[in-house]
T-cell receptor
Framework: GESVGLHLPTLSVQEGDNSIINCAYSNSASDYFIWYKQESGKGPQFIIDIRSNMDKRQGQRVTVLLNKTVKHLSLQIAATQPGDSAVYFCAEKDPGTYKYIFGTGTRLKVLA | DTGVSQNPRHKITKRGQNVTFRCDPISEHNRLYWYRQTLGQGPEFLTYFQNEAQLEKSRLLSDRFSAERPKGSFSTLEIQRTEQGDSAMYLC??????????FGQGTRLTVV
């Protein structure tokens, strides 16, 4: 079936630098995407979402970019902090169903 | 705490036993999801409720799994005749719309 995947399983960045986490999706009909952050032993935490009629959406220190032409999603974190260390998942709303499809995640490590 | 609440947080059971997990969604969220997550993987959809109606179940969901949401508020997930392959984190999420699903902390099941 359709799936959401990530290019890099682990990303290490220096504290204060910007982070970019990438995600590829395969269903061109998908119209809604969410980025989640998951810390060890906890459930996924909603970060930011974007609909397919948008190319960019900004939150507090985070920006999501959507490129529908190449079916690519990215999460940018500005001025990465130690508290940003976690696994990040993109999730795709499966069209015509109620479910979200998650990829395997990218682990972000923030180096002091 | 007004977030999604799941109980128990941890459950260890012997193979062949039945287990039941409970999820209390955010108040007034009429949409409720169950997901399963194994180590190093993203959450995998199990089932979805809108109010008390179970509207979608994963084709991967064994007949040993059953979920209920009798009054459209809390939900239970039961696994009968547990197997070692059932060991995972079971996550519940709720939402007021078809977007922005908010997850609980999960119930970690270990089948020995």
């Amino acid at each position: 079936g359709e799936s959401v995947g990530l290019h890099l399983p682990t990303l290490s960045v220096q504290e204060g630098d910007n982070s970019i986490i990438n995600c590829a999706y395969s269903n061109s009909a998908s119209d809604y995407f969410i980025w989640y952050k998951q810390e060890s032993g906890k459930g996924p935490q909603f970060i930011i979402d974007i609909r397919s009629n948008m190319d960019k959406r900004q939150g507090q220190r985070v920006t999501v970019l959507l490129n529908k032409t190449v079916k690519h999603l990215s999460l940018q974190i500005a001025a990465t902090q130690p508290g940003d260390s976690a696994v990040y998942f993109c999730a795709e709303k499966d069209p015509g169903t109620y479910k979200y499809i998650f990829g395997t995640g990218t682990r972000l490590k923030v180096l002091a | 705490d007004t977030g999604v609440s799941q109980n128990p947080r941890h459950k260890i059971t012997k193979r062949g036993q039945n287990v039941t997990f409970r999820c209390d969604p955010i108040s007034e969220h009429n949409r409720l999801y169950w997901y399963r997550q194994t180590l190093g993987q993203g959450p995998e959809f199990l089932t979805y409720f809108q109010n008390e109606a179970q509207l979608e179940k994963s084709r991967l969901l064994s007949d040993r799994f059953s979920a209920e949401r009798p009054k459209g508020s809390f939900s239970t997930l039961e696994i009968q005749r547990t197997e070692q392959g059932d060991s995972a984190m079971y996550l519940c999420a709720s939402s007021p719309t078809d977007r922005e699903a908010f997850f609980g902390q999960g119930t970690r099941l270990t089948v020995v």
